[in-house]
């Protein structure tokens, strides 16, 4: 049987045969495509027809985005559902940063970039269901975003803000003993991707990467890490270095004996290289006022 929108591109000789199907019916599905009358189909066939959904979901509006950009697409509703009609999640994620709101809307800034698969399911008054599914590309500007290292438990320092005496005191620091964060002699560190912030410039540790975004932390046997110790330039240490700290191909900082400034390398195939401030504080750099 040729469907009439190949007629044109398909030209049959017409063939006439002594038993033509009868002029009503259908094709049968389930028995080698043969002829079935109306006359002969069945209640299960008319519920099975019945049971064909009422409505559909139009996801055309859902296209590309971009990091940190903001982004708004709407889910609409085909055919003819009871209302009202209801949007949610069945499986899968949306781009973190953004949500979707029971009448269709996806909107919010993505926070984290690539390919984002997400089922989602219409539900109207009579309960009845549909599904959909989406594919959504989160892209990124490369220029705005730089590599960096974060302490894995999320502190830069306990003695960050709030009367800080030196700028050393907001740098992801291994603490030996003393006050502060007791016998603390290593940390571990995640390379992290960070996005440019509002001003423009890449900022380091101090305060948190001041107002630069956390995009994502990576596996730190991704990358390669390395720790440079440098001399002391503070009234608070002259001339010391902690020669003897060093980290590990697992990014955790370790202390030795002796303190003072220092900086995390971290080198990416992908993702080029950064830095990070860091500082070995001595057990007692503050005895006995503290």
Known sequence: MI???LAAAFALPLVTTACQPPSEGRIDDDDDDSWVSDDDVSDDD???DDAASSFGIDSTGVG??????PYSALLLVTGSPEEPVGFGVTSGSLPPGLDLADDGLIDGAPTDFGTFKVQVTATDGAEEQVTADLVIEVGYDGERLFLGAVPEDGEYNNMCGGGAMLDQMCHPWVRLVGAGVE?????ALLPALWHVG???QPDDLLD?????????TLD????????EALVGETDHNIDVSPVDAGITAEGVLQAGEETGPGVVRVESDEWG?????AHVIPPDWCEPDC
């Open 64 to 69: 590309p985005g971009f990091l940190l950009e």
């Open 3 to 5: 469907r009439p929108g």
């Open 273 to 277: 290289s950064g830095e990070a401030p």
């Open 208 to 216: 948190g990467f001041g107002d630069d975004i956390l995009v994502r």
């Open 198 to 200: 509002p001003d423009g």
């Open 183 to 187: 016998d603390q002699v290593e940390r």
């Open 220 to 227: 730190p046997l991704s990358v390669l890490w390395s720790f």
């Open 46 to 48: 008319a519920a099975d």
